[in-house]
């Protein structure tokens, strides 16, 4: 089971070569794949702000991910208590939000954000 980071979500939708081939098969066959509602809310933001320029909508991108059959987290609780017991080795919000979904959901992240990587995370790329 895994759980798809921002850039590797949108690297897949854009069919991106960033992205590595074992992360693209794992997106585009498993049917264990999750993305955090955090990975659409940043998308939103560094759309409106100018810092991403793609032409879908946050509810497009929704889309896309239901017929990849790649299933939306919400945010619970639990992931913002695990949230203030990470190290602040990396302050991005989003990415710590998602990081601690991935620790308590079990699933392996799929990034390549060399931040992230610093962390004691089962990570895939």
Not at 14 to 26: C, E, G, M, T, W
């Amino acid at each position: 089971m895994y759980l798809v980071d921002t850039c590797a979500l949108l690297w897949f939708l854009d069919d991106n070569p960033s992205l590595s081939s074992k992360a693209r098969d794992v997106i585009g066959k498993s049917n264990d794949l999750y993305v955090s509602i955090a990975s659409l809310w940043e998308i939103a933001i560094k759309k409106t702000i100018g810092k991403l320029e793609i032409e879908e909508s946050v509810t497009e991108i929704a889309d896309i991910c239901n017929d990849y059959r790649i299933m939306i987290l919400p945010v619970k609780m639990q992931y913002l208590e695990r949230i203030q017991q990470l190290p602040l080795i990396h302050g991005d919000p989003f990415d710590r939000l998602i990081m601690s979904t991935a620790i308590e959901e079990g699933l392996l992240l799929i990034t390549h954000d060399s931040n992230i990587r610093k962390y004691n995370i089962d990570l895939f790329w």
